[in-house]
T-cell receptor, first 110, second 110 residues
Framework: EAQVTQNPRYLITVTGKKLTVTCSQN?????MSWYRQDPGLGLRQIYY???????DKGDVPEGYKVSRKEKRNFPLILESPSPNQTSLYFC?????????FGSGTQLSVL | GESVGLHLPTLSVQEGDNSIINCAYS??????FIWYKQESGKGPQFIID?????DKRQGQRVTVLLNKTVKHLSLQIAATQPGDSAVYFC?????????FGTGTRLKVLA
């Protein structure tokens, strides 16, 4: 079954404590990306990757880092989380521009 | 505070009736469009897509119509069922640049 898997599903942390949200896909897609979803704003792209070792900023990259050392994994790193990064995060993967999403990670930064 | 998400446009439809959800897109250069369904607490789920060289595409119980002249996209759901209750949003794509709408909440009345 084609899947995009994110972990953890829920995360509560405190300001400044580094965290990583993992994302993996089993579909061999070249393209992967991270989004955050906030009420009334729709999905906003944080970072994307067209292939291994190729990453680029999306619309709201500040405060985030990513890496793409292998095709299947695309972790999202928050080096020093702040309360304004409280949001619902989605990882997505796709080919030919058809995007498939993970189930989401609800992050709360206190 | 009040969640802006509660103010999503809402379409209420009687079970068994047809639903039509609309989306106005912004970039006349967008050449690919996707409709997603997002149930509460879940990630966006791919429903149907259409390329700009088409004006209609049909799936199982769903039809997407594209009017490039007025930059309008619609999703038609036939014989709406309780399981169709969700937020539906469109995405416009060009060269892996995605722009997502904020969505319409579909409520199916028994």
């Amino acid at each position: 079954e084609a899947q995009v898997t994110q972990n953890p599903r829920y995360l509560i942390t405190v300001t400044g404590k580094k965290l990583t949200v993992t994302c993996s896909q089993n579909m061999n897609h070249e393209y992967m990306s991270w989004y955050r979803q906030d009420p009334g704003l729709g999905l906003r792209q944080i970072y994307y990757s067209m292939n291994v070792e190729v990453t680029d900023k999306g619309d709201v990259p500040e405060g985030y880092k990513v890496s793409r050392k292998e095709k299947r994994n695309f972790p999202l790193i928050l080096e020093s989380p702040s309360p304004n990064q409280t949001s619902l995060y989605f990882c997505a993967a796709g080919s030919d521009e058809k995007l498939f999403f993970g189930s989401g990670t609800q992050l709360s930064v206190l | 505070g009040e969640s802006v998400g509660l103010h999503l446009p809402t379409l209420s439809v009687q079970e068994g009736d047809n639903s039509i959800i609309n989306c106005a897109y912004s970039n006349s250069a967008s050449d690919y469009f996707i409709w997603y369904k997002q149930e509460s607490g879940k990630g966006p789920q791919f429903i149907i897509d259409i390329r700009s060289n088409m004006d209609k595409r049909q799936g199982q119980r769903v039809t997407v119509l594209l009017n490039k002249t007025v930059k309008h996209l619609s999703l038609q759901i036939a014989a709406t069922q309780p399981g169709d209750s969700a937020v539906y949003f469109c995405a416009e794509i060009r060269a892996y640049k995605y722009i997502f709408g904020t969505g319409t909440r579909l409520k199916v009345l028994a």
